[in-house]
């Protein structure tokens, strides 16, 4: 499960390649160890996994799609109580393996393409590029850019080729909790799931099988921090420009590497009297 695996960093990694976001939040370590759960709680209910199979089967018979995620993490303050950060991120996909994401946030503007041989990762404002191969498939160089560079995007579960499956990996609980006529603007079925690590809600629409929110609370986490994504602007086999993952402007920015993120370690100074402070 991709979102049980990455979705618990705080900050939209995406944005940490080219600098840090200057906002006043303290990242805490979670050290609380996760525990299991029991065999009473393991339910697997067959209504709430054909809800989430009929989701992944209309995302993943899409050749193409477009949406709007909007993604809202939560990071505890220096005071204590947690801090929102939000992105705003325009997805366009084309299967097998080709995906655009325009990412606007609390933090610097990105983008990234993938082509199917290439990953590249954008900075608009300072027009830097960090471009590097990619394996040739989506799940694969999802995967790769996440650890080569810290990459990360929360509706990752959504947009792989078979979220079903990518979804009820380690599953221990599936419920359906009931119906809602609020989110998205339209019915949608509502889903809880879980495994040792993190407890999910999905809102899937009951007509079009569209996944609406989808909100997590990871169970090691002792500050019980949520983290939440909105999608909208559905539009399923659009026509997709032929330079829409390999834009002209990359080539004329300067190269940075594609690599992780790395803390700056501030340089020493030197006092009136020459002694390293």
Do not use: C
Not at 142 to 158: K, Q
């Amino acid at each position: 499960m991709i979102l049980a695996r990455f979705y618990s960093l705080s900050l939209p990694i995406l944005l940490s390649v080219f600098s840090a976001i200057p906002l006043m939040a303290s990242a805490q370590p979670l050290t609380k160890p996760s525990t299991p759960l029991s065999p009473a709680q393991v339910t697997l209910e067959p209504k709430a996994l054909a809800i989430l199979k009929a989701m992944s089967d209309r995302l993943s018979g899409a050749k193409s799609l477009r949406f709007t995620a909007i993604a809202t993490y939560e990071s505890p303050s220096l005071i204590g109580p947690a801090l929102a950060y939000m992105t705003r991120s325009e997805v366009t996909l084309q299967r097998p393996n080709q995906l655009q994401v325009l990412t606007l946030g609390d933090g610097p503007a990105t983008e990234f393409y993938y082509d199917g041989t290439m990953m590249a990762a954008y900075a608009t404002a300072e027009n830097l590029v960090a471009m590097a191969k990619a394996p040739g498939t989506l799940d694969a160089a999802l995967r790769e850019a996440y650890r080569t560079a810290d990459i990360y995007f929360p509706f990752s579960d959504v947009i792989v080729s078979d979220p079903y499956k990518d979804m009820v990996e380690g599953l221990k609980t599936a419920f359906v909790v009931g119906q809602s006529n609020i989110v998205g603007g339209t019915k949608t079925d509502i889903v809880a799931i879980a495994n040792n690590q993190v407890f999910a809600q999905i809102w899937i629409g009951v007509e079009d099988k569209l996944p609406r929110a989808m909100r997590v609370v990871y169970r090691d986490d002792p500050s019980r921090l949520r983290h939440l994504v909105e999608f909208s602007n559905w539009d399923l086999n659009p026509a997709i420009a032929a330079d829409a993952f390999s834009p002209a402007h990359l080539k004329k920015a300067a190269p940075i590497p594609f690599a992780r993120p790395e803390p700056k370690v501030p340089a020493k100074t030197k006092s009136p009297s020459g002694e390293p402070q």
